[in-house]
């Protein structure tokens, strides 16, 4: 669903106004970013000044989630005042015929507002949602976390009620003046590749079907 098809955003800060024909704000096409990101960006601010942090991601229903250490301070602030998330995939580099032409296919989402905190039998399911969303039927073979763990651990959610994507896909747009310029015009596509998994030297289990099937 476009922009032209949906043009209420959520609020004021989430309507796109730049390429707004890019915009989506359905909840499929952000489900679908989420769900394809390992990572996520986090912008806060705090007395120091304003931050951009990596950190693991992973959705449940309409959330996203995030953990980390106790004494973290990102997740401090967080939870006291609202934060911006980001995630984008870099599909293709578009090659125009013009230099000022060229852009990029992507995907991208921006999801506003304020964490909450996710706590005990909740906080585990959290946990091993994210274990099988890294790589399905893993949870089943580890060493469950022990009860020490998970209170030195603190896990988060933050609603996706408030989120805009933009997408671009397909060919060059040039000015109809440079499309006789001869240069090559095209997409250079991106592609996240799995490569084949490497066994701990000091491990003698034979790899599993979720393992063996990595590649595919």
């Not at 209170?151 to 003046?177: F, Q, S, W, Y």
């Not at 310029?181 to 590749?193: H, I, N, Q, T, Y």
Request: net charge negative; with cysteine.
């Amino acid at each position: 669903m476009t922009a032209a098809a949906n043009p209420s955003a959520p609020s004021a800060r989430t309507r796109v106004r730049r390429v707004a024909t890019n915009a989506h704000y359905d909840s499929a096409t952000l489900h679908a970013i989420i769900d394809d990101a390992y990572l996520c960006h986090i912008a806060f601010s705090d007395d120091h000044g304003a931050h951009c942090i990596p950190t693991a991601c992973w959705r449940d229903g309409a959330h996203l989630y995030i953990h980390g250490s106790n004494g973290s301070r990102m997740l401090k602030r967080l939870m006291e005042r609202d934060s911006c998330v980001t995630i984008t995939h870099l599909d293709g580099l578009v090659m125009a015929r013009s230099a000022f032409s060229h852009s990029m296919n992507y995907r991208s989402a921006m999801i506003y507002g304020r964490f909450e905190l996710v706590e005990g039998d909740a906080a585990r399911h959290a946990m091993e949602t994210f274990m099988e969303k890294l790589v399905p039927g893993r949870q089943a073979d580890v060493r469950p976390g022990s009860d020490k763990e998970y209170a030195a651990t603190t896990v988060m959610r933050i609603a996706l009620d408030e989120a805009a994507c933009k997408v671009r896909t397909g060919a060059p747009n040039d000015d109809e003046e440079d499309l006789s310029w001869p240069a090559w015009a095209g997409v250079l596509p991106f592609a996240r590749v799995r490569t084949a998994p490497v066994t701990d030297p000091a491990c003698a289990i034979e790899a599993p079907d979720y393992v063996t099937r990595w590649r595919e």
